[in-house]
């Protein structure tokens, strides 16, 4: 059961920092129905959020320790991701000779 919770916080923690990095409402998207995308995933990233910080606060150091390399993990995939578009993005403009970023 604790290598299950360890698992559960750890994977709680992640999905907060895949959540905060999602862009979900489109150009040209209904802004009532935006708005509610938005508040509603806002929502989700808070509970859990609020979950991992009563997790952590069992003063117990495996959570803890799960719940920080949960976000670690998170924050990385995230910004390697982000890192590699942007580079398809710079190869794609470079090769075309429209713009490149120096």
């Keep these: 059961m604790y290598v299950l919770a360890l698992f559960c916080v750890f994977v709680l923690a992640l999905s907060i920092e895949v959540l905060s990095s999602l862009s979900t409402v489109k150009p040209g998207t209904n802004p009532i129905q935006g708005g509610l995308t938005q508040a509603s995933l806002y ?30 993990v998170g924050f990385f995939l995230i910004k390697t991701r982000a890192l590699a578009l942007t580079k398809s993005t710079d190869q794609t403009t470079s090769s075309t000779g429209v713009a490149r970023k120096v």
Excluded: D, E, K, T
């Design 43 to 72: 929502a989700l990233r808070m509970g859990f959020a609020y979950l991992v910080m009563l997790a952590v606060m069992s003063f117990n150091l495996g959570i803890f320790i799960a719940a920080v390399a949960g976000h670690a």
